[in-house]
Structure formats: structure tokens, C-alpha cells
């Protein structure tokens, strides 16, 4: 593996660094909308899969005392 020295390493990180894309401000702001509306959405459907678990088990168990 061939070594670099510290000025050609800050060239060619410079280098790589100048071929990215950076998204836009809208870009950026569509990703994290989308992210909290999937979270919200995850959110309300675990609760009502946990609360047709816990009725179930309730109406299960119930049948017992």
C-alpha cells in the first residue's frame, strides 16, 4: 500500500470532497417531514397492534376468573 504524504492526503481529500452533492434546503426539509409522518404513522400502528394484544389477552384471560 503505498503512502502519502499529509499534503497530497488533504489534496485528494479535497479532491473528493469537492464531487459530492449536497441536497438542497427543500431536499433536506421533504427527507425530514417524510421521516417524522413514516415515525407517526409507525407509532399509531404499533399502539393499535398493542392494544388489540392486550384486549385479546384480556378477553382470554377473563374467561378464567
Not at 417524522?36 to 404499533?46: G, S
Not at 393499535?48 to 378464567?64: C, H, K, P
Amino acid at each position: 500500500m503505498a503512502r502519502t504524504n499529509p499534503i497530497q492526503f488533504v489534496q485528494q481529500v479535497r479532491s473528493e470532497v469537492s464531487k459530492v452533492v449536497w441536497p438542497t434546503r427543500r431536499e433536506v426539509l421533504l427527507t425530514t417531514v417524510m421521516v417524522f409522518i413514516m415515525a407517526a404513522l409507525t407509532a399509531i400502528y404499533f399502539s393499535l397492534v398493542d392494544l388489540g394484544i392486550r384486549s385479546a389477552l384480556t378477553a382470554v384471560l377473563g374467561m378464567f376468573d
